[in-house]
């Protein structure tokens, strides 16, 4: 099974809102992945959690923060958004391998919109 | 420092008749190759990956990629195409920084169908 579950599938929100974005996935995969994907762009990357601590942070801005209660659940914790943020929020998981051989598995993403 | 490049935005294709799409890619080490496919709307999933053991790798529904390290390519093929293979392509390399760290993804290319 090579399942990653994100919820909701679509959020709408005003720019003075408090939102979470959830991820689940039970392969016992130990790193997570947030990524932002644009219309007709490739995802990009925004957090990296390994071990449930945070590893790669990418200059993301602070009205965006990630949370990793344990080593199958991810969230992301949204407030104060601007209508640039409106994209499709993918989370990915992977074993945690070091090296090249770590493969990333996607949920079906959630399509924000801010207003 | 590694890269990947996309060579075609689109390619069209009769429903029946092969796929062929290019990717070239360069790494500075023994790096992992993917393709994933992501369907409007929905997340990626991966087709297939080359991780150093066979170089003509096969994935799901019917594709298939060959690494070429001589020419640096990692093509992904297809005998026949069908409808339901309309998408977005992404070809990724992962070298060995490994996951997140080391992925780069290529610009996509849009896969149309014609009937």
């Known amino acids: 099974d090579t399942e990653v579950t994100q919820t909701p599938k679509h959020l709408v929100m005003g720019m003075t809102n408090k939102k979470s974005l959830k991820c689940e996935q039970h392969?016992?995969?130990?790193?997570m992945y947030w990524y932002k994907q644009k219309a007709k762009k490739p995802p990009e990357l925004m957090f990296v959690?390994?071990?449930?601590?945070?590893?790669i942070n990418e200059s993301v801005p602070s009205r965006f923060s990630p949370e990793c209660p344990n080593s199958s659940l991810l969230n992301l914790h949204l407030h104060a958004l601007q209508p640039e943020d409106s994209a499709l929020y993918l989370c990915?998981?992977?074993?945690?391998?070091?090296?090249?051989?770590?493969?990333?598995?996607f949920g079906p993403g959630t399509r924000l919109t801010v207003l | 420092a590694q890269s990947v490049t996309q060579l075609d935005s689109h390619v069209s294709v009769s429903e029946g008749t092969p796929v062929l799409l290019r990717c070239n890619y360069s790494s500075s080490y023994s790096p992992s190759l993917f393709w994933y496919v992501q369907h409007p709307n929905k997340g990626l999933q991966l087709l297939l990956k080359y991780t150093s053991a066979a170089t003509l790798v096969k994935g799901i529904n019917g594709f298939e990629a060959e690494f070429k390290k001589s020419e640096t390519s990692f093509h992904l093929t297809k005998p026949s195409a069908h409808m339901s293979d309309a998408a977005e392509y992404f070809c990724?390399?992962?070298?060995?920084?490994?996951?997140?760290?080391?992925?780069?993804f290529g610009k996509g290319t849009h896969l149309i169908i014609q009937p």
């Open positions: 990724v390399v992962s070298d060995i920084g490994g996951g997140a760290d080391g992925l780069t």
């Open positions: 990915a998981s992977s074993q945690g391998l070091a090296g090249p051989t770590d493969t990333q598995y």
């Open positions: 959690y390994s071990y449930e601590k945070l590893s």
């Open positions: 392969m016992g995969h130990r790193a």
